[in-house]
């Protein structure tokens, strides 16, 4: 297993989770991390990336100012702070990672991932 996702739950609105992502990718530290989501009966869609230092970060409008991407190169770990949950954050959250080291101008912060872990549910109840 590559990425593995933890931290989901059920929470109420207004209500926080911090979801982290265990890699055993090698070069770990060379490569953007990211999150994404798919609600029930919705697309997957981009939530959040970060770049390999953690210098640069990038997120879909709908969570700027409410969710954090960070990481930690020495643990091989990633996160995602998730603040003032609403029920439209329920969805299984992916961590994800782009190990190609291929610049998409097309994609928040030219990112095109490649390795997807095992999603994990947050569930927001109203």
């Known amino acids: 297993v590559q990425l593995q996702a933890s931290g989901g739950g059920l929470v109420q609105a207004g209500g926080s989770l911090r979801l982290s992502c265990a890699a055993s990718i090698n070069g770990f530290s060379r490569y953007g991390m990211g999150w994404f989501r798919q609600a029930p009966g919705k697309e997957r869609e981009f939530v959040a990336a970060?770049?390999?230092?953690?210098?640069?970060?990038y997120y879909r409008d709908s969570v700027k100012g409410r969710f954090t991407i960070s990481r930690d190169n020495a643990k091989n770990m990633f996160y995602l702070q998730m603040n003032n949950l609403g029920p439209e954050d329920t969805a299984v959250y992916y961590c994800?990672?782009?190990?190609?080291?291929?610049?998409?101008?097309?994609?928040?912060?030219?990112?095109?991932?490649?390795?997807w872990g095992q999603g994990t549910l947050v569930t927001v109840s109203s």
């Open positions: 970060i770049s390999w230092s953690g210098g640069s970060t």
């Open positions: 994800v990672a782009d190990t190609q080291d291929i610049y998409h101008p097309e994609s928040p912060g030219g990112y095109d991932f490649n390795v």
